[in-house]
């Protein structure tokens, strides 16, 4: 493996740990020997755990970014009915891991929102970005005539992405999707249904 | 102290403490040391660490029920004002915290979900009587006729839940408590709104 690819495997293998196990639970060592690369070599490619931990923020903030836009640019359907398909894509993958885990950044929140500022800054950069993509249908929808009243985009995607994680959140606790299928739900008919007072 | 005195004051400092940091990252003696109460007494008063926390959770619970119960007794106001009543004291609650910390409950269903099931199925089971909370008010307002549709208050009463988990979990990334208001307008606006297609 050349430099770039060990860098990779490094952050892959991390992600998955600490996915799994949370960030301060998931040890240099540990992700090195999963990642089979040779011991001492960490600091070739990090700093230091911290930056370590801040690259596989970058690793998540990736992979939701390539599934979000598939969803985003894909013209065969209406925007409101390619935003619920995303939601659905990523249940199936939740669904896939057994509904454990949650989400990532969600967790990292949660585990290290209050601990260490660049942690919380960097995912609620995330955060913002997630927000964006969601709000990104939303406008579209409402340019194609889709949602035909006036609605605050950027207030309606926070909502929705805020309700969206305390579903996955709540997926953890049951031990199913119901509460993602809830959540499509709600949204489909807070979406269908909104009438500004 | 008597026994049940100090009891009570392990599990207050405990539930501060692991409110705090964690429960993996919240030692015994740092919660003895807390509470002044003597080394070695700790399993005098529980079977060990799994057996505290889930006392920890029970502690929660009492808190969650106890401003939930005021809000929903109370019958000088409709029952859809005094549910936004209840999430508005939660929310000043959560301030005095300066917005850090989140919920009890969603932080542990977040760190202990996948590794304890003990740990697991008492959290869902305080999310359920939480829930069973929300529907009462979801239900006094259909009696009142507050709510003049049919609406599914189990399923809208669960929505609420893990948006509110939702939305506490993004006040802890973003520092603020946006994500709580947001969340209080856009569930008047679903319950104002709300038609079965």
Same mark, same amino acid.
């Given at each position: 493996?050349?430099?770039?690819?060990?860098?990779?495997?490094?952050?892959?293998?991390?992600?998955?740990?600490?996915?799994?196990?949370?960030?301060?639970?998931?040890?240099?060592?540990?992700?090195?020997?999963?990642?089979?690369?040779?011991?001492? &070599?960490?600091?070739?490619?990090?700093?230091?755990?911290?930056?370590?931990?801040?690259?596989?923020?970058?690793?998540?903030?990736?992979? *939701?970014?390539? !599934?979000?836009?598939?969803?985003?640019?894909?013209?065969?359907?209406?925007?409101?009915?390619? +935003?619920?398909?995303?939601?659905?894509? *990523?249940?199936?993958?939740?669904?896939? +891991?057994?509904?454990?885990?949650?989400?990532?950044?969600?967790?990292?929140?949660?585990? !290290?929102?209050?601990?260490?500022?660049?942690?919380?800054?960097?995912?609620?950069?995330?955060?913002?970005? !997630?927000?964006?993509?969601?709000?990104?249908?939303?406008?579209?929808?409402?340019?194609?005539?889709?949602?035909?009243?006036?609605?605050?985009?950027?207030?309606?995607?926070?909502?929705?992405?805020? &309700?969206?994680?305390?579903?996955?959140?709540?997926?953890?606790?049951?031990?199913?999707?119901?509460?993602?299928?809830?959540?499509?739900? !709600?949204? &489909?008919?807070?979406?269908? &249904?909104?009438?500004?007072?």
């Amino acid at each position: 493996m050349n430099k770039t690819e060990t860098r990779a495997r490094i952050l892959e293998e991390g992600a998955r740990l600490i996915h799994l196990n949370g960030f301060n639970n998931t040890g240099i060592q540990e992700v090195l020997n999963a990642a089979e690369v040779p011991k001492g &070599s960490f600091y070739f490619y990090f700093q230091n755990k911290e930056a370590f931990g801040l690259a596989v923020i970058d690793y998540y903030r990736g992979q *939701f970014l390539r !599934m979000g836009l598939e969803h985003l640019k894909n013209r065969t359907k209406t925007p409101l009915v390619r +935003l619920n398909d995303m939601f659905v894509d *990523f249940r199936n993958n939740f669904e896939l +891991l057994d509904c454990r885990m949650g989400c990532p950044i969600g967790n990292l929140a949660t585990e !290290m929102g209050d601990i260490n500022e660049a942690f919380r800054a960097k995912l609620e950069a995330v955060f913002q970005e !997630m927000r964006d993509g969601i709000q990104a249908f939303l406008v579209a929808a409402q340019e194609n005539g889709e949602l035909t009243y006036e609605l605050d985009t950027r207030d309606m995607a926070e909502f929705i992405l805020d &309700s969206w994680e305390g579903a996955l959140l709540r997926m953890k606790a049951v031990g199913s999707v119901a509460p993602l299928q809830r959540f499509e739900k !709600m949204i &489909s008919v807070l979406l269908g &249904s909104y009438r500004p007072k």
